[in-house]
Structure formats: C-alpha cells, structure tokens
C-alpha cells in the first residue's frame, strides 16, 4: 500500500493529540508552550499534505510559512511572560497558582 | 523517487516522530522532553521533504530547531528547580485527559481516513522556493508586510515584558 494523504494525515492527528495531552495535564508553563508548539507542527503537517496530494498549488506552503513565523513570535513572548511570572511570583510556574495578573 | 524506498523512509520518519512525541507529552522530566522535541522538529523536517516542500523543511530546521528549541531550553534552564519534578515538570488528570485524547485521536484518524479527500492524479516533486518567492510578493503581499509588522510588535513586546523593572525595585 503506497503511502498517499491518509497516513501524513494520521500522523498528525496523533501529534495533534500528543499535544493536546500535554497542554491538559501539565502544570508547568513551559511544558504547555511544548505541547502548542507540536499542535503547530501537526497542522503544518496537514497543510503541506493537502498541498501536495490534494491541491498541487503552493498555497499550502506559504500558509505553513505563516504558521512557523508566529510560532516563532509565540514562543518568544510566551516566554518573556514565562520568565516574568518566575521572577515576580515566588519562583513558581505552575499554571494552576496563576489566579492573579499582579501580585 | 522510488515507491518503496518513499514508503519505507515515511515509516523511519513516522515512527520517530511519533515516539518523540509521546516523550515530550509523557516525560516526568522536563529537560528530557526539551531535548525530545529536537527529535519531533527533525522528523517532521524529514517529513516536509516528502511532501516536496523543500523551503518550508528548511525553515523549520532553521526556526524550530535553531531558534525556538534554543529558546524553550533556556527557559527550562533559567527557571531554576528543574530537577525537582513535583515542582518543574507535575502533571494532573492523566486518567479522564488520556480516555478524552485517546477517543479524539480515533476520531481524527478516522475521519482523516474515511473521508473522500479531492485527490491529485499524479503528484509532482519539484523546487518549490521560486514559487513561493513570487507568491510572497505578489498574491500574498499583504499578508507578508503584515507580519513583518507583527514580528517587530512581538518583539519588542517581549523586550518589555522580560526586562526587570529596576525603578520599582
């Protein structure tokens, strides 16, 4: 069986889902910033997938590129936020201690 | 390309993809899972090659490898305690989030698989950076300014939101 737009679909519904579960279960920020980072790549996966099996335009492509840049620029600013909460809130990343914005 | 040898190199890919994966979301430690995601990003690099998308594979090595793993394993480093794992790396809810997760996974495959998706006749490899060259600067120029524009606010954003505020200290 030739591997076709099934299986890269597949693959990233499991990466979606891996990430997911680590959005939901982890206390820690940073272990939250993972896991959106791999629903990320989960849905470039799909969109280049569609591009090249489904459509055959470049489309996909750039919408991917768009997708790696803000994630890049998500990254950063979460972790600026990250950095900042561990500086003003006793040391601690624990997102279910994170009631406050000022303390 | 050969079939088999695609096939074959899917599988390779697949299979470290999704083991490192499932290290990043279920790792007690969080350095460990920092340094899975090296092998996540990689894979799917490999992957975007056999999707022939040369220039976004690239990228992602370039950004995701490069940049926002080096970023993320900063932080880990600079917020101290990583190696106490109750406190850097808890976790909750395994039971109830692990049936809920399992069930959506079923669901996605399934529909990935069942539904009757517009299909190409043949598939093409070709270059695909001249391509998105032109698109950049012609159907998708909007687009392209404004997150250049939106890179320069994220960053000094997180200039302002990472810096120390001495005056108040």
């Keep these: 069986m030739s591997v076709g737009l099934s299986h890269f679909l597949t693959i990233g519904a499991v990466v979606f889902s891996l990430g997911l579960f680590c959005v939901i279960t982890r206390r820690n920020a940073i272990g939250v910033l993972m896991g959106v980072e791999l629903i990320l790549n989960s849905a470039n996966i799909n969109f280049l997938a569609f591009s090249h099996f489904s459509s055959g335009t470049i489309d996909g492509h750039l919408f991917a590129l768009f997708c790696i840049v803000l994630a890049a620029l998500e990254c950063a600013v979460a972790l600026a936020i990250v950095l900042a909460v561990f500086r003003n809130f006793d040391k601690v990343i624990d997102m279910e201690q994170l009631t406050t914005l000022h303390k | ?169």
């Design chain 2, 1 to 169: 390309m050969s079939t088999v040898i695609y096939n074959v190199i899917f599988y390779i890919l697949a299979f470290f993809v999704v083991i490192s994966a499932a290290v990043v979301a279920f790792s007690k430690n969080i350095v460990r899972s920092a340094f899975a995601m090296v092998v996540t990003f990689l894979g799917v690099a490999g992957l975007f090659v056999l999707l022939s998308a040369d220039f976004i594979a690239v990228t992602q090595l370039l950004i995701y490898v490069g940049g926002i793993l080096v970023l993320i394993l900063f932080a880990v480093m600079l917020s101290s305690r990583v190696k106490e794992i109750k406190i850097s790396n808890l976790s909750v809810g395994y039971f109830p989030g692990g049936i809920i997760i399992a069930l959506l996974t079923l669901l996605l495959i399934y529909i990935g698989v069942k539904t009757p998706w517009q299909k190409l006749d043949s598939v093409r490899f070709e270059p695909s950076t001249s391509a998105i060259g032109n698109s950049l600067l012609s159907n998708y120029l909007l687009p392209f300014e404004m997150i250049s524009v939106l890179l320069l606010v994220g960053l000094i954003g997180a200039v302002v939101i990472a810096r120390r505020k001495e005056d108040q200290e």
